[in-house]
């Protein structure tokens, strides 16, 4: 069957159709890199890795471009550089490592393209130029704020009526606005803050500009799929439609909408123990933590467990029973492989690996119906008896073995689990470690080609920590384990 989507704007499921077959273009909204990510941020890049996977399988690997941003500069990361007496770029390298670290253990792939934001803020003030020229933005104070009633469209992917949220506003919370829904697109810098040249004075973007500007810099508009957490909805992508349509000159288009995204995705809210997740509820998981106990294909197969546009409670059962399956499945690995310890693969008919891909259908049908990976798991349980059933009857042709072990690999590989060998998930080794070492040696390159020692010596003493001997050579830095 096609691919079929649930688009937030239009609030049903549509098939997919991409602009161009040959380009087909998707950006999620990445992390903001001052911490490390709690568990509801792993939320949509694994759900939207799936859709990648998926997306690759039916219009080639090198047809689809994927883009996920990394917000550098915010007040978030500005007051931790403060506290800590070191420049923003410090705490983003470290978080930003970390963050793709730990995606690495979940089996999330790297995006094609990763822009951050402070590689774009030319794109970003250009885009506000342009915006301003249109009619749909003014500067004041040193400010350049959107004007939410330039565009009658406001409000059509949230639900929100635009005259209802003017007349339901009870303060004007900045003097220099016209309406109190008109949002920042640049602001002015503290003396202690990082800033950049602009035509209105030195400053910084707003939030909602960055991915406007780095989605058409990067991927060029309308881009097919926007992805993000259902908490993005109102304001951030309301306002990322507003300000893309805007600076081209579409307000008043009936189709405006389409001129910047073709399709809306959103997964659901995750809360922990059925609550909120909240510091002062002292619920907050971080994802750094969690990979440290457990595997990561625990955490990615219970973040899969439930519909990515349904909520999803995290809890003790759920992870144990997440540990549960993914045991039941290599196990059945595990025993295929002894049973196939002599065997030449070289030996089955091409007409035989055919029949094994058209086995995939009911799990490829599961994820084309918009992504339901409840049904997907389903599946690859009935994949996995079938093969245990050929393994219990003695009377079973090994080609048939092989191919049921290759279709569950397979089906297994378009959600991005039982990816270890049967030997790594029951035995040990620590990829965990490895991601970690990985990750601090690229941090490690980077910081002596810079000359940033501080930075350097932090890293080494990590290793340290780690018990990890590293050696330079001329291709270069490898590493073991001391002893």
């Known amino acids: 069957m096609p691919l079929h989507i649930h688009d937030t704007l239009r609030r049903e499921k549509r098939v997919f159709t ?23 941020n792993a939320r949509p890049p694994v759900v939207f890795d799936v859709l990648v996977r998926l997306l690759r399988r039916e219009y080639g690997a090198d047809k689809v471009i994927y883009a996920r941003n990394v917000t550098d500069v915010d007040d978030k990361i500005n007051a931790k550089a403060a506290r800590e007496g070191v420049p923003i ?8 490592a970390a963050y793709l670290a730990d995606m690495g253990l979940l089996n ?41 009633a330039s565009y009658p469209s406001y409000g059509a992917l949230s639900g929100r009526n635009l005259d209802d949220m003017i007349a339901g506003a009870r303060v004007e919370v900045a003097p220099y606005k016209k309406n109190p829904h008109d949002f920042v697109l640049w602001k002015p810098s503290k003396a202690d803050e ?27 508009l309308p881009i097919d799929i926007h992805g993000g957490g259902i908490d993005l909805v109102f304001p951030h992508h309301e306002n990322e439609i507003a300000q893309g349509v805007c600076a081209h000159g579409h307000a008043h288009g009936d189709q405006a909408h389409d001129e910047y995204a073709r399709y809306w995705m959103h997964n659901g809210f995750l809360t922990v123990d059925a609550e909120k997740m909240s510091k002062s509820i002292g619920n907050v998981l971080l994802l750094h933590d969690l990979v440290k106990a457990m595997p990561g294909e625990v ?8 519909h990515y546009r349904q909520p999803l409670d995290w809890n003790q059962t759920l992870l144990d029973q997440s540990r549960k399956n993914l045991d039941r499945l290599y196990g059945v690995l595990r025993d295929a492989d002894a049973a196939l310890a002599d065997f030449d693969e070289a030996t089955l008919e091409e007409a035989e690996m055919e029949l094994a891909e058209n086995a995939l259908d009911p799990v490829l049908d599961a994820l084309e119906d918009d ?18 059933d050929l393994l219990n009857d003695a009377e079973a042709d090994i080609n048939d073995v092989a191919m049921a072990r290759w279709t569950l690999q397979e089906a297994a590989g378009l959600l991005g689990v039982l990816a270890l060998t049967p030997d790594e998930w029951f035995e040990g080794g620590d990829p965990a470690l490895k991601a970690e070492v990985e990750a601090l040696l690229e941090q490690r390159a980077a910081a002596r080609a810079e000359k940033n020692w501080a930075e350097a010596d932090r890293i080494r003493d990590r290793l340290n920590e780690l018990n990890v001997v590293v050696m330079d050579g001329p291709q ?6 001391k002893g």
């Open 299 to 306: 955490v990615r197969w219970a973040l899969l467990s439930a």
């Open 108 to 148: 999330v792939s790297p995006p094609d393209i990763a822009p951050h934001v402070t590689d774009y803020i030319e794109a970003i003030t250009a885009q506000i130029q342009a915006i301003i020229d249109s009619g749909c933005a003014y500067a004041a104070e040193g400010h350049v704020l959107f004007d939410v």
């Open 18 to 40: 991409p602009r161009d077959p040959n380009r087909v273009t998707l950006y999620v909204c990445g992390p903001t890199v001052y911490d490390y990510a709690h568990i509801g």
């Open 371 to 388: 992504l339901n990976t409840p049904g997907a798991i389903a599946q690859l349980f009935g994949l996995g008896n079938a093969l245990r």
């Open 476 to 481: 270069g830095a490898t590493w073991r384990v």
């Open 194 to 220: 990082p800033s950049w040249p602009s035509p209105w004075g030195e400053g910084r973007p707003g939030w909602h500009i960055e991915c406007s500007a780095m989605i058409e810099q990067t991927l060029g």
């Open 89 to 96: 770029g410090e705490i983003t390298a470290r978080y930003e």
